[in-house]
C-alpha cells in the first residue's frame, strides 16, 4: 500500500512540474485580419438583406474621358436600334390593320423626329468631348517638346569686360 501512495505522489508532483515548469516561448507569427466573406459565411444572410447588399457591393472606377466617348457611340447605336424596332413595329401594325394609313404616317414621323433628336444631341456630346481631348492631348504634346534649335542661349563669361559691371 505504501508503494501505490509513493507512485500517486511522483504521478502527482510530476504533472504539477510539468505544468509549473516554463513553456519555451513561441515564435510571434503575424496574423492577417480574415476576409468578411469568411467571417460572415456562417451567418444568416436572409436575416440581414442590406448586409449581404453591403458585401456583394463592388466599388466601380470612375470612367474616363475615352469611356464616355465609347458610351456616347453605344447610346447612339442603341437609339438606331431602337427606332429601327419601332418602325417595324409600326409598319406591321398597318399591315396588320391595326392602325391607319395616316396614323402610320404620324407614328412613322413623330418616332424619326424622337430618334434624331436623340441622335443629334449624343452626337453633339460626341463631338464636344472629342475636341476637349484632342486639345488637350495637342496641349499636352506642346507642353513636352523640347525649345526649338532656332533659341540662341547667350551667357556672359564673369572674366568678360560686359559680365563684370
Known amino acids: 500500500m505504501k508503494l501505490r501512495q509513493i507512485l500517486v505522489a511522483i504521478v502527482i508532483l510530476a504533472t504539477v512540474w510539468h505544468t509549473a515548469a516554463p513553456q519555451p516561448k513561441k515564435k510571434k507569427t503575424q496574423v492577417d485580419a480574415p476576409l468578411l466573406e469568411r467571417v460572415l459565411s456562417g451567418t444568416s444572410t436572409q436575416s440581414n438583406p442590406v448586409l449581404s447588399d453591403l458585401i456583394a457591393l463592388k466599388p466601380e472606377m470612375p470612367l474616363g474621358p475615352q469611356d464616355v466617348l465609347k458610351s456616347y457611340e453605344i447610346a447612339m447605336s442603341l437609339v438606331v436600334e431602337k427606332a429601327s424596332t419601332d418602325f417595324?413595329?409600326?409598319?406591321?401594325?398597318?399591315?396588320?390593320?391595326?392602325?391607319?394609313?395616316?396614323?402610320?404616317?404620324?407614328?412613322?414621323?413623330?418616332?424619326?423626329?424622337v430618334a434624331m433628336m436623340?441622335?443629334?444631341?449624343l452626337s453633339a456630346l460626341h463631338d464636344v468631348l472629342k475636341h476637349d481631348i484632342d486639345h488637350l492631348t495637342q496641349q499636352a504634346k506642346r507642353s513636352l517638346k523640347p525649345p526649338s534649335s532656332d533659341a540662341v542661349l547667350v551667357l556672359l563669361l564673369p572674366n568678360s569686360p560686359s559680365g563684370c559691371r
Open 118 to 121: 436623340q441622335f443629334q444631341v
Open 88 to 113: 417595324s413595329i409600326i409598319v406591321q401594325s398597318q399591315q396588320a390593320s391595326q392602325i391607319s394609313r395616316e396614323q402610320t404616317e404620324y407614328f412613322l414621323q413623330e418616332r424619326y423626329q
